[in-house]
């Protein structure tokens, strides 16, 4: 599967932004679909994931309450509602895809298979 992320762009702190992953190749049926951001000189870090088939959500604790994942059925795609942006925000956000991922692992970059081109979040003070 190919991911295609969008979404991206400058906004003032306070402000939303909404990504989007979009699928081709095949549907994100089976598949746990993830949110994940790298700020300059920090890892990758876990945002959200949802899990396709079972609707279920996980979020990091610095994003809870503010960012909201889900999925559209019709349009193949995985969005990233972010409200309430901080400067701290401030990163390259990439989506990722497993068709084999182990619940547990959910938060950790290496457990998927399908990775899409960043792209940039940028959140002004």
């Known amino acids: 599967v190919q991911l295609q992320a969008s979404g991206g762009g400058l906004v003032q702190a306070g402000g939303s932004l909404r990504l989007s992953c979009a699928a081709s190749g095949r549907t994100f049926s089976g598949y746990a679909v993830g949110w994940f951001r790298q700020a300059p000189g920090k890892e990758r870090e876990f945002v959200a994931a949802?899990?396709?088939?079972?609707?279920?959500?996980y979020y990091a604790a610095s994003v809870k309450g503010r960012f909201t994942i889900s999925r559209d059925n019709a349009k193949n795609t995985v969005s990233l509602q972010m409200n309430s942006l901080k400067p701290e925000d401030t990163a390259v956000y990439y989506c990722a895809a497993s068709l084999r991922i182990i619940v547990s692992m959910i938060r950790t970059p290496s457990s998927y298979e399908y990775w899409g081109q960043g792209t940039q979040v940028t959140v002004s003070s």
């Open positions: 949802i899990r396709w088939s079972a609707g279920t959500t």
